[in-house]
């Protein structure tokens, strides 16, 4: 993504923000003119232009509930149309102010909040041609308007002084609504873009990692086939001694495991470069990741468990979903050894289109850092299983989030898309 088309992007969000602001100050503008027309005709009985002013008015309302409308609508909102919006508010409040008085009227400074709203919010150019637009209309209204009868009441009061209030109340109320918005946006901002750079931060790390784990890989395949015949010759000359033949056993089953990856990084390639995407039912990932890590941790008892209406549905089938998920038993099972248990325990549910994977551990019930990329309190840790696997639940669509067990330990939650059913394969 082009820094242009976020600069764009960026525009368009803040257009469609200002519309919306708009919006809801027509709305309410339209109700206080009708309001101030009535007093002002009715009440204090002035004669005003009643018809002119109230058909401006009809006119604000009629746009604003066509405004409404259009931000409902899906496609974009681009700086040009909320351009128009501004522009359209500020004839008709021109319009409004040349049949009550122009530069004698004290709502007169109102013509300032289209100015500052667009300078919030609109590229320069559009803020300068609003503000060309507002000036063009004050010179106008200095020596076009209808004047306004005498502003005193019979027994001497000035209009002009209330007249002043309102304004000030006006303009003070919508500068805070709309400047606080902007400050909550703003910041808003700043911690999207804070948790963007960390994420582009840890992903650089993990790709740096994979790239040099895929020459490595490639490295490793024969020293492990060497292995791999060793040890078979070496159970075979040791099927006498039981107790070494079950750490030969151990040691194989290992091996194995370190082949079974490896194949996994080729396959995972493979398809990349077909631009193939295939599923495996949620029954069989946990199972899969079940032998996994009985065989990585067989020291931890283990439980695992499943609804009965998700284990036939689907999830993608990539490596790193499954590597995601070892990675956060294995931290729950240290956890829980930590702590002197040897319960760990995975349970797959399903909440909407979501497939959810909560791994349960009895540790202390401290949630790890959750993103704080490559750094580990574990003694042996590489400080990897964390990052990965929250950058695994972000590429997949989901997500991944840990909270303190009602009973102690803590709970992971790792949630991930369910996939359609026409592509699921065992």
């Given at each position: 993504m082009t820094p242009d088309h976020d600069s764009r992007r960026g525009f368009e969000q803040r257009a469609r923000g200002l519309?919306?602001?708009?919006?809801?100050?027509?709305a309410c503008a339209v109700g206080g003119q009708l309001l101030t027309v009535a007093v002002v005709a009715y009440a204090f009985r002035m004669p005003i232009a009643v018809t002119p002013l109230v058909s401006g008015i009809a006119a604000l309302a009629a746009f604003a509930l066509f405004a409404f409308w259009r931000l409902r609508q899906p496609w974009p909102l681009v700086p040009v149309e909320a351009l128009l919006h501004v522009a359209i508010d500020v004839l008709v409040l021109a319009w409004l102010l040349y049949w009550s008085g122009g530069v004698q009227n004290t709502f007169l400074p109102l013509l300032l909040i289209p100015i500052?709203?667009?300078?919030?919010?609109?590229?320069?150019?559009?803020v300068a041609m609003?503000?060309?637009?507002?000036?063009?209309?004050?010179?106008?209204?200095i020596r076009h308007h209808v004047d306004l009868p005498p502003l005193q009441t019979a027994g001497g009061f000035n209009l002009r002084i209330p007249g002043m209030a309102v304004n000030f109340f006006l303009i003070t109320t919508m500068l805070t609504i709309f400047i606080g918005r902007?400050?909550?946006a703003l910041r808003e901002r700043?911690?999207?873009?804070?948790?963007?750079?960390?994420?582009?931060?840890?992903?650089?790390?993990?790709?740096a990692i994979a790239t040099q784990a895929a020459g490595t890989a490639h490295e490793l395949n024969t020293p492990l086939s060497t292995i791999?015949?060793?040890?078979?010759?070496?159970?075979?000359?040791?099927?006498?001694?039981?107790?070494?033949a079950a750490d030969l056993d151990l040691l194989a089953g290992q091996a194995q495991r370190c082949r079974d990856i490896l194949r996994e990084l080729v396959a995972v390639g493979t398809r990349q470069l077909a631009g193939t995407h295939a599923s495996v039912t949620l029954a069989t990932l946990l199972d899969r990741c079940?032998?996994?890590f009985r065989l990585l941790r067989p020291e931890v008892d283990f439980a695992t468990s499943l609804d009965d209406d998700v284990g036939a549905r689907g999830v993608e089938a990539t490596p790193d979903l499954g590597h995601a998920l070892i990675?956060?038993?294995?931290?729950?099972?240290?956890?829980?050894?930590?702590?002197?248990?040897?319960e760990v325990s995975l349970h797959v549910a399903r909440a909407g289109r979501m497939a959810e994977f909560l791994i349960r551990d009895h540790g202390s019930g401290l949630a790890p850092g959750a993103g704080k990329a490559f750094q580990t309190s574990k003694r042996e840790g590489l400080g990897l299983g964390l990052a990965l696997a929250h950058s695994t639940a972000e590429r997949l669509g989901g997500e991944l989030s840990a909270q303190r067990a009602a009973d102690g330990g803590l709970l992971q939650r790792l949630r991930i898309p369910l996939a359609p059913a026409e592509n699921q394969t065992p």
């Open positions: 519309a919306e602001t708009l919006a809801w100050l027509r500052v709203l667009a300078a919030a919010a609109l590229p320069l150019r559009h609003v503000a060309a637009l507002a000036g063009g209309c004050y010179l106008m209204l902007l400050a909550r700043e911690a999207e873009v804070a948790l963007e750079r960390e994420r582009t931060l840890r992903d650089e790390g993990i790709l791999r015949t060793l040890l078979g010759e070496l159970q075979r000359e040791q099927a006498g001694n039981p107790a070494l079940g032998d996994q990675n956060l038993l294995s931290n729950a099972a240290d956890a829980s050894l930590a702590a002197g248990s040897r």
